[in-house]
């Protein structure tokens, strides 16, 4: 490796290192089993542990069966010999790594200089959610398709590139890691260069029809989504779409005002500063194809519309409104470009410069960071690998040491109430763990009645009384009971602490 070899990898190790710090402050700190690892732990230790979740295996399954992930994860922690609680912190770490140096990549190839790239960077750490989506440009926590998102923006660099040997080895790898992730990419590449044809040959047809196809909308979609309205399995019936109730970001029909004009504000930002960058004359030949992508994506999403109100099961589960993940993406490379190098931005602020806009936005993410790891209290690290200590995780860690084939019932917020759910802070069956559950009963309806049944008959948890908790645990045949020492029930206690006890229900 020659002298300014190791000087690149040196900068860019620097410049990944402070990215990830900064990403991960900004997140709240990383955590060991919150979020959506309510499913993909367990999922992973299905596959490392085939005796554990009996009874909900099935459930776990209706989502697992989709992808590959459980299984890789859980051949890597077998040929590693790392823990999950390692080999996630390395993921996630990996999928920060991977933003970062994609994201370098990107702003390189549409000429960005480096105050404009540290500054691309720098607006990435700010963690935010994409408006009704359900997703946030960062987690705070391993999740997959933070890894396909990166892993998503080396193949849109590489497409920028007509290098597609490279497009399609990047999409391919996203798709392995988290399937929809890699097909909103997909939409956004073939979309850029299949709808850039179109415009370049009829340009003034292609925006007749696109304009038509848009004021067609309130007219077709009652009575597509009314034809749609068929009984067979493809159809999310009401009690399905009842459990769903609460994701509020799924069917688009509940959206309020300002959740359509966020979203549709970011097309009118991607044009005008694009507009900038031509008249500059520093677009790249091909960038053209992400405004043009972006329009792709914001079409499908139009499509899918009429499908998701019309419930359509598959149209449901793809959420399609997440195409504004990687719109937003687009739009803070150009915010970036714009706030650093759009001359007539920085003649209008006057004493603005790269250097002084760029120290701004770092000062904020530091603050943001500093601020959001203390707000989460006097338990909450920049890094945290296992389960917070307290009462809750030494009754998981006692539930642990328990027969495989343990049922358990607990309230059904547990999850969030607590911190961490059954299934992964004790690998073992649970009645209910309400948020997680309504997630996964997306992808089956069977599973969906189970938790819509569950949810009714624990609807009211705390109140439990002896005759309650042993009347549900026939019903589920459950073996302990947790409740909150303020429950106090007639039952044998087989352990217990400061907040919780264990019943017996066998």
Not at 65 to 89: C, N, Q
Not at 356 to 373: E, K, S
């Amino acid at each position: 490796m020659t002298g300014g070899s190791r000087r690149y990898a040196a900068l860019l190790g620097a410049v990944c290192f402070v990215f990830v710090v900064l990403a991960t402050a900004n997140s709240g700190g990383y955590r060991y089993g919150i979020g959506d690892q309510a499913f993909y732990e367990p999922a992973t230790q299905l596959r490392l542990h085939p005796d554990f979740f009996p009874r909900d295996r099935a459930l776990l399954n209706s989502q697992a069966k989709l992808t590959v992930i459980d299984e890789v994860l859980a051949g890597t922690s077998r040929a590693t010999g790392l823990e999950l609680p390692s080999l996630f912190f390395a993921l996630y770490v990996l999928s920060l790594v991977t933003l970062c140096i994609a994201a370098s990549r990107f702003a390189d190839v549409l000429g960005f200089s480096p105050w404009a790239t540290a500054m691309f960077l720098a607006l990435l750490t700010l963690r935010h959610r994409i408006t009704k989506t359900g997703a946030n440009t960062l987690e705070g926590y391993m999740h997959p398709r933070q890894l396909a998102f990166g892993v998503g923006v080396l193949a849109l660099t590489a497409s920028l590139k007509n290098r597609w040997v490279w497009a399609a080895l990047w999409w391919t790898l996203a798709a392995v890691i988290h399937p929809t992730t890699a097909l909103w990419f997909g939409g956004l590449i073939v979309g850029g260069v299949l709808l850039d044809a179109v415009l370049r040959t009829r340009e003034a047809a292609a925006y007749g029809l696109l304009a038509a196809a848009l004021l067609a909308v309130p007219q077709v979609a009652p009575r597509l989504a009314s034809l749609l309205h068929l009984r067979s399995a493809w159809i999310m019936d009401p009690t399905w779409a009842a459990v769903l109730a609460d994701k509020d970001y799924i069917f688009v029909s509940t959206w309020p005002a300002y959740a359509w004009l966020t979203n549709l504000a970011y097309l009118p930002v991607l044009w005008l500063i694009s507009r900038r960058r031509h008249d500059a004359g520093v677009a790249h030949p091909r960038e053209h194809r992400l405004l043009t992508g972006a329009l792709a994506l914001f079409a499908v999403f139009v499509a899918s519309v009429f499908f998701s109100e019309a419930r359509v099961a598959f149209a449901v589960q793809l959420q399609f409104s997440r195409v504004f993940w990687l719109i937003d993406l687009i739009a803070a490379a150009y915010v970036a470009w714009w706030i650093t190098s759009d001359r007539a931005a920085m003649r209008i602020a006057g004493q603005w410069t790269p250097r002084l806009a760029l120290a701004i936005v770092v000062v904020l993410a530091v603050g943001r960071g500093v601020y959001t790891v203390r707000a989460g209290g006097p338990d909450r690290h920049l890094v945290r690998l296992d389960i917070p200590d307290g009462d809750w995780a030494r009754t998981m860690r006692w539930l642990r040491t328990q027969p495989a084939d343990w049922l358990v019932l607990a309230h059904p917020d547990h999850a969030w109430m607590y911190g961490t759910s059954v299934r992964v802070a004790a690998s073992r069956d649970v009645v209910l763990e309400s948020v997680k559950d309504r997630s996964i009963s997306m992808y089956d309806r069977s599973v969906a009645e189970r938790v819509a049944e569950r949810l009714s008959v624990l609807a009211r948890f705390a109140e439990m009384d002896t005759a309650d908790a042993r009347a549900a645990g026939r019903h589920y045949h459950a073996s302990v009971f947790i409740g909150a020492n303020t429950q106090i029930l007639a039952l044998p206690q087989l352990y217990a602490n400061g907040s919780f006890t264990v019943y017996d229900l066998r």
